[in-house]
């Protein structure tokens, strides 16, 4: 495989590198100080910058305003808005669309694909299931009724719940089918009940009672949902290899200052294998990030399915981002517990990636049910 990227996917990056050069990580709320220390939105100012930027269309083909381009793409461009935590619903809103894109109907295309493209429609992802450990496509029941269906449930932790006008909402159906309904919030028999992340960040628990979905609006394509899931699952990565960089980078640059016994910290050994250690953390996070990345954009078929590529990368990006940021608290010392210093972000934003859509662990066993299931030898 060539991990080469792309004039175009450079170009993405190059572009979300500008959008996102002044963008501070200061700005961003700070859990330290209260629960719910959130503004009343994700950045809006922001949010356009990177709709005339044409980084909110990366993935939906030319045809509905898109770019046409692949997870490979998308991950590049979120590993960037990592670096500066942006407040933003990029990721689950890019992988809302590429639902759309890839099963919707071409009404629903037409409807809705250029209008997110322009930021104009804010989209998002119930993907955590009733508690955040079981099934998302579990949680709500989903059954047809003429050209209308029915969803009762609840979900759990549903980011940007409150700024969304749709969310993508995985329901199971009597005979055991996963459809996907893109539902709105204010509509009648959703109801929105206020919830708070690690990061301190707004979430919402999605209650959905006899609510009625308009047929155009449901996703009923097999692997509709699984495809979805794993885009988000590999945008986390992305996520978190953009932070991880970052904090490294800081990190870096602070025990090069910090002197002890007239000498920087970072020329002391102990200093040095530690961060090293990190360094390759990071470097198999992003070796299994573009694995996973490049088998969702190719359509490639390898010995193990696509989902063995997608769980190794969340297992290294879960354990490889929480070391990075453990080790980072430590050689900062007492400066990385200041509240007026934004690593102490970057270590809320790590735990909640950490744990978004599965703990390493979690992954760990679906990795060892596929290889049960698809013996190597």
């Given at each position: 495989m060539d991990f080469t990227f792309t004039e175009e996917q450079q170009a993405a990056a190059e572009a979300a590198r500008g959008v996102f050069a002044g963008v501070a990580p200061d700005a961003v709320p700070s859990p330290a100080l209260a629960v719910g220390a959130v503004a009343d939105t994700f950045d809006r100012a922001l949010w356009k910058k990177l709709a005339d930027a044409d980084l909110l269309s990366l993935l939906p083909d030319a045809e509905h305003g898109g770019a046409g381009l692949d997870a490979v793409a998308l991950c590049l461009v979120l590993s960037e808005s990592a670096r500066v935590l942006a407040r933003v619903p990029l990721l689950e809103s890019s992988a809302a669309m590429a639902a759309v894109q890839a099963h919707g109907s071409e009404e629903l295309k037409s409807a809705l694909l250029e209008r997110a493209g322009r930021g104009e429609v804010v989209l998002t992802v119930a993907a955590s299931g009733r508690t955040g450990h079981d099934p998302a496509e579990l949680a709500v029941t989903a059954r047809q009724e003429g050209a209308e269906w029915i969803l009762d449930g609840l979900q759990t932790a549903v980011p940007w719940a409150y700024d969304a006008d749709l969310v993508a909402v995985p329901a199971h159906t009597a005979s055991g089918h996963t459809v996907l309904a893109l539902v709105a919030p204010g509509s009648e028999g959703v109801a929105l009940a206020e919830q708070f992340s690690t990061t301190g960040e707004r979430l919402g628990e999605l209650r959905l009672e006899s609510a009625r979905i308009p047929a155009r609006d449901v996703l009923?394509?097999?692997?509709?949902?699984?495809?979805?899931?794993?885009?988000?699952?590999?945008?986390?990565?992305?996520?978190?290899?953009?932070?991880?960089?970052?904090?490294?980078?800081?990190?870096?640059?602070?025990?090069?200052?910090?002197?002890?016994?007239?000498?920087?910290?970072?020329?002391?050994?102990?200093?040095?294998?530690?961060?090293?250690?990190?360094?390759?953390?990071?470097?198999?996070?992003?070796?299994?990030?573009?694995?996973?990345?490049?088998?969702?954009?190719?359509?490639?078929?390898?010995?193990?399915?696509?989902?063995?590529?997608?769980?190794?990368?969340?297992?290294?990006?879960?354990?490889?981002?929480?070391?990075?940021?453990?080790?980072?608290?430590?050689?900062?010392?007492?400066?990385?517990?200041?509240?007026?210093?934004?690593?102490?972000?970057?270590?809320?934003?790590?735990?909640?990636?950490?744990?978004?859509?599965?703990?390493?662990?979690?992954?760990?066993?679906?990795?060892?049910?596929?290889?049960?299931?698809?013996?190597?030898?």
């Open positions: 009923d394509a097999d692997g509709a949902w699984e495809s979805l899931r794993r885009l988000l699952t590999v945008g986390t990565c992305a996520l978190a290899l953009g932070l991880g960089r970052q904090v490294l980078r800081m990190t870096s640059a602070y025990t090069g200052k910090r002197e002890q016994f007239g000498f920087p910290v970072a020329t002391f050994q102990a200093v040095a294998v530690q961060a090293a250690d990190r360094y390759i953390d990071l470097k198999a996070m992003e070796a299994a990030l573009w694995q996973a990345a490049w088998r969702l954009g190719s359509g490639t078929h390898g010995t193990l399915p696509v989902s063995a590529e997608v769980a190794v990368a969340k297992i290294w990006a879960a354990d490889g981002v929480r070391r990075v940021v453990q080790t980072a608290q430590h050689l900062h010392g007492g400066f990385g517990a200041d509240v007026d210093y934004p690593l102490h972000r970057y270590h809320a934003w790590a735990k909640h990636l950490e744990l978004s859509l599965g703990s390493a662990a979690a992954h760990e066993d679906a990795l060892g049910d596929l290889l049960a299931a698809h013996p190597l030898g």
